[in-house]
């Protein structure tokens, strides 16, 4: 039982409680983390208020108990420390594959596209190299290579998330290297979320322009009426679709939950039209591949020219659903669950008013009151 040696970690940000396992550790490098619970599974006491508090007895007293049994867990999964060898022969490229056949699919569709386009980059740089050489340096390295390539810091620390999740998978499913050397790359520091959403006078701009491509309108109004995510709406089946009902339902989504949102108006009528057209499983399918949903970023792109309107991304129409949602006074639980997010706070962020809105409110306070 060598294996006492032990530190608990408590992470904020994903609200669980890690163990580090200092006997196991050599030359300096890092520990082994193992998750033990979370944050909602320790115990607590009620205060004299009545108010329930966790306190830093009652965490190392349920600890402590985890403690033995994760022990004993540790032992039966015989995780061991990884050989030198495996490390400096097996190709980084091997490793990327077998990401992408065991642990990729497991996720969305949407995220699975996202890291396998990312991955792309790394293959092309590391492939060649053993993992072994996969080092914190070279990584820091590459991060500032791609920052003069890519054009945001979110997208080059969306590169480094799809590298840490391959060397993750390294360390706590195949046991090939101790630690996972991206974790200690400091990550780019990002500009605030920003909320664009369509006034009034760009919608119609915008209507107008995608007017003349049927399937491109329908996308769009889909999008302002559900505020589905691109790939819930491109990769919608013709059985997702019930006409008699006016519903559809979106089962490949980012959270994973399937939802089922009204369409009422001209989009209902546009789905109506729509489903006649095609006998494609799929409602807007590739012209190439009628497997694969059609990609209306560049047919998105040449619609937004044509109506003049700049700074506005596909993902901004559900930012304008969401909007259009909490304006016309649609409660924010409810808001939430038609745009598919898994609490409250996350609904929040959608609460803004548009600055014309903001000057309506004002002017008819002002006309009432104030005169």
């Not at 940000?13 to 050599?26: C, I, L, Q």
């Not at 039966?76 to 490390?87: C, G, H, S, V, Y």
Request: proline share 3%; glycine share 4%; hydrophobic share 40%.
């Amino acid at each position: 039982m060598a294996q006492k040696k032990i530190k608990y970690r408590y992470d904020k940000k994903r609200k669980v409680v890690r163990a580090k396992f200092y006997d196991v550790v050599e030359n300096g490098e890092r520990p082994p983390e193992i998750q033990l619970c979370t944050f909602e599974q320790l115990k607590y006491k009620n205060t004299s208020r009545g108010a329930k508090l966790r306190t830093a007895t009652e965490i190392a007293s349920h600890l402590s108990k985890l403690y033995i049994e994760k022990l004993h867990e540790l032992q039966r999964e015989k995780i061991t420390k990884p050989t030198q060898t495996d490390a400096q022969t097996i190709k980084f490229s091997t490793l990327i594959e077998r990401y992408k056949a065991d642990i990729l699919p497991e996720l969305s569709i949407s995220s699975q596209n996202a890291i396998t386009n990312q991955l792309k980059y790394w293959n092309k740089e590391g492939g060649r190299k053993a993992l072994a050489d996969i080092t914190t340096a070279w990584i820091s390295q590459k991060r500032s290579e791609l920052k003069k390539i890519k054009k945001t810091s979110s997208t080059v620390n969306r590169y480094l998330a799809a590298l840490s999740v391959v060397l993750s998978a390294c360390v706590k499913d195949w046991h090939l290297i101790r630690f996972n050397p991206a974790q200690n790359v400091r990550k780019l520091k990002e500009p605030r979320h920003r909320t664009r959403y369509l006034s009034e006078k760009e919608l119609v701009a915008l209507l107008k322009a995608v007017s003349p491509r049927a399937d491109l309108k329908l996308a769009v109004m889909l999008a302002l009426t559900t505020g589905a995510r691109r790939m819930e709406i491109w990769g919608l089946k013709r059985s997702d679709i019930d006409l008699q009902n006016g519903f559809a339902t979106f089962t490949k989504t980012k959270t994973g939950i399937t939802r089922t949102v009204p369409i009422r108006g001209e989009a209902l009528e546009l789905l109506r039209k729509r489903t006649a057209q095609i006998d494609t499983k799929l409602l807007f399918p590739s012209i190439k591949n009628v497997a694969v949903p059609f990609d209306f970023r560049r047919s998105f792109k040449a619609a937004m020219l044509k109506a003049k309107i700049t700074d506005f991304s596909w993902h901004d129409l559900r930012h304008s659903a969401a909007s259009y949602l909490i304006r016309s006074g649609v409660n924010l639980r409810i808001a939430g669950e038609i745009l598919g997010h898994k609490n409250i706070s996350m609904t929040m962020k959608y609460s803004h008013l548009a600055p014309d809105h903001l000057t309506d409110a004002i002017e008819e306070m002002t006309k009432k009151f104030l005169k």
